[in-house]
């Protein structure tokens, strides 16, 4: 048996559990599982992986997808680039770190982009933040983070002013703010500038429409949330685990 699984704190639902058990069934793969791995630090995946001697590739999430990489034999280029792993293939012991969260952003927004979408702001610093931010950067789009904890370099939600929001018309919430169960939560940025020709992108995708996009979508923009990126990055992790 071939088991595959997840790594993250807490891990309270699965969409990969879910979708790679009903991709085992839908396709007769009958020799793999994939399970749940709530581990309470990241310093105990090694112990993990040698108490489960049938894991061959792990997807990692919230909060370790930086914090895993000292724990890993090598990083692939893209992994290595971005700063953040939420892919690992498990080869005779040896860990690989990949990701294919910059994968399943750019081929899940890309035909939403017009001419006018030629910068982006990016709420949230975590890893997944990173992947975004890689791909923004290969598409020519320029972007800045918007954190409640700024460095220099980074934006305060509270500069987000009038002359801001027209500059950016692309927003990509990276956090976990609006996520199931707290779906009365959003980020909190002024929606009232919001206008038509704003794009909002949420790597959220329970619930289907978070309070970010309603608010996105009465104003207008275009919307979209994080499913169909979660079903790439994870068709891209099957790939990477059967290579």
């Not at 891990?11 to 791995?37: A, G, M, V």
């Not at 995946?45 to 034999?73: D, H, M, S, W």
């Not at 927003?171 to 707290?182: D, L, W």
Request: glycine content about 6%; hydrophobic content about 40%; proline content about 5%.
């Amino acid at each position: 048996m071939r088991k595959f699984g997840l790594i993250g704190y807490p891990l309270t639902h699965s969409f990969s559990q879910t979708y790679f058990n009903e991709k085992f069934r839908r396709e007769n793969i009958s020799d793999c599982r994939y399970d749940l791995y709530p581990i309470t630090s990241v310093g105990k995946l090694p112990a993990l992986i040698q108490a489960q001697r049938e894991l061959v590739g792990l997807n990692v999430t919230i909060p370790y997808k930086e914090q895993v990489i000292p724990f890993l034999n090598k990083l692939d280029f893209y992994a290595e680039e971005i700063g953040a792993v939420n892919v690992i293939r498990i080869v005779d012991g040896k860990r690989i770190g990949y990701n294919t969260d910059v994968f399943g952003f750019m081929h899940s927004i890309k035909n939403l982009l017009q001419p006018f979408h030629s910068a982006a702001l990016i709420l949230g610093t975590g890893g997944s933040s990173k992947a975004v931010a890689f791909g923004l950067k290969k598409m020519g789009i320029e972007y800045d983070f918007v954190s409640r904890n700024p460095d220099e370099k980074e934006l305060r939600y509270a500069d987000l002013d009038a002359e801001v929001m027209h500059q950016y018309k692309i927003i990509i919430n990276t956090t976990p703010v609006g996520m199931f169960p707290k779906v009365d939560d959003c980020p909190p940025i002024p929606y009232e500038l919001i206008t038509r020709s704003h794009l909002l992108f949420d790597l959220i995708y329970n619930p289907d429409e978070t309070l970010f996009l309603k608010k996105g979508k009465e104003r207008g923009a275009t919307i979209k949330n994080g499913l169909e990126m979660l079903q790439l990055q994870a068709e891209k992790s099957w790939e990477i685990w059967n290579s």
